[in-house]
């Protein structure tokens, strides 16, 4: 019965064939050993990668990007047994093409250019080190990024004109106008000592610019580590009207913050918008012009010092705004007349960049523009 249920060989395994042509046996053999010889190439190949076939050789420049004038860069950034790529340039139109998904952040503090070099080790196969120099337009935007990039529980290191700090295969740094991202492919001797070499050239050979206002305040009066220095060039505290906002932390939870204004005057008409902010979701305190947040029961105030306006935010106690309040106003009340000047200056500074009409909205993808701003 069971041989009558097969269908193709009713006579199961049996072997019906006595000899085999000598010409099977050739061919088999033949494409047994082209089989075994190309699993062996792929082998070698693998662990013998050629380097004009890595993503990021600098013969290669990524999609949408164009050769450059060197501009701003200095001269030798690549250390010795390195070498340079070609420079490449991304603006707010294509910066979305390098770094997509991080673009608006970017785009929302200034950002002008990118700068985009590749640098690669002579010495050792695949080691390669991209070096990002975004130009941010403005000393504030620059450490803006920078801060808010930088990990709280890495500490930087400061000195004129510059704050910077090593994260494993990578460096960060601050320096006038420009941050910088220099990531290497790996951490190696090599990649740390041109990471080191870079920073030195960088360090000396970018344009420092002119110091934030806002740290005379903050940082030579008070005392706060300038690389914790926060700086919002719009939407501060999700309030539209907050513009040009520094905040210094005081503990986990405290925010000192000045804003500039033009004159005394346009200080008081924005202090009272602060006010009416903190009260949307909280009350002023009984007998005082502290607001309570209702959500999470800490302190906000506001006052001006001639053109700044100055607060604390978040205090989780009231003594402790009280506290941190008295000391920024006393520190406010000294600043020399040029400090004030230059916030002033910095208030009354036009707005650089436009409102995208709706057909370039439609068009680009979300981080490849500006967002919109409101007129003044």
């Known amino acids: 019965m069971a041989n009558t249920d097969r269908l193709i060989n009713p006579r199961g395994r049996k ?8 010409t099977e046996v050739r061919i088999g053999l033949v494409i047994l050993l082209g089989l075994g010889g190309f699993a062996g190439w792929v082998a070698y190949e693998g662990a013998h990668p050629r380097d004009d076939l890595f993503a990021n050789t600098p013969d290669l420049l990524d999609p949408g990007s164009a050769p450059v004038e060197r501009g701003p860069l200095p001269e030798h950034l690549a250390a010795k047994g390195w070498k340079e790529g070609r420079l490449a340039a991304f603006d707010a139109d294509n910066l979305y093409e390098k770094i997509n998904g991080r673009a608006g952040y970017f785009t929302s503090k200034g950002f002008v250019v990118l700068l985009f070099l590749p640098l690669t080790s002579e010495d050792t196969k695949g080691e390669t080190i ?4 975004y130009d941010m337009g403005a000393a504030e935007n620059a ?21 910077w700090h090593r994260d494993r295969n990578a460096l960060y740094m601050a320096r006038g106008s420009y941050y910088i991202r220099a990531i290497g492919s790996q951490e190696s001797p090599g990649v740390d000592r041109a990471l080191e070499h870079l ?4 360090e000396t050979g970018l344009a420092a610019g002119e110091r934030p206002w806002a740290h005379a305040l903050l940082v030579d009066a008070l005392g706060y580590d300038a690389s914790t220095i926060e700086y919002a060039k719009e939407n501060a505290m999700s309030f ?15 925010e000192l913050f000045v804003a500039p204004a033009p004159d005394p ?4 008409a924005m202090a009272k918008q602060y006010v009416q902010g903190f009260t949307s979701y909280g009350e002023v305190v009984e007998g005082g012009d502290w607001i309570k947040d209702q959500y999470l029961g800490a302190f906000s105030a506001v006052r001006t010092s001639g053109p700044l306006v100055i607060g604390v935010r978040g205090a989780t106690t009231l003594e402790l705004g009280e506290e941190a309040l008295a000391k ?8 020399p007349p040029e400090v004030l000047t230059a ?6 500074a036009p707005e650089q960049e436009e409102e995208p009409d709706e057909a370039d909205r439609d068009a680009l993808p979300e981080e490849s523009y500006p967002p919109s701003e409101e007129p003044r």
């Open 130 to 133: 991209d070096v990002e120099v």
């Open 199 to 202: 920073r030195k050239v960088l």
């Open 15 to 22: 072997h019906y064939r006595r000899s085999y042509s000598m």
């Open 265 to 268: 005057e346009a200080a008081e």
């Open 328 to 335: 920024l106003e006393a520190a406010a009340a000294a600043l």
């Open 143 to 163: 450490l803006g990024a920078y801060v808010g990039e930088k990990p709280d529980e890495i500490a930087s290191n400061e000195s004129t004109g510059v704050v």
């Open 240 to 254: 539209e009207f907050a513009r040009n906002v520094y905040v210094a932390r005081e503990g986990e939870d405290t």
């Open 343 to 348: 916030a002033q200056a910095a208030a009354a």
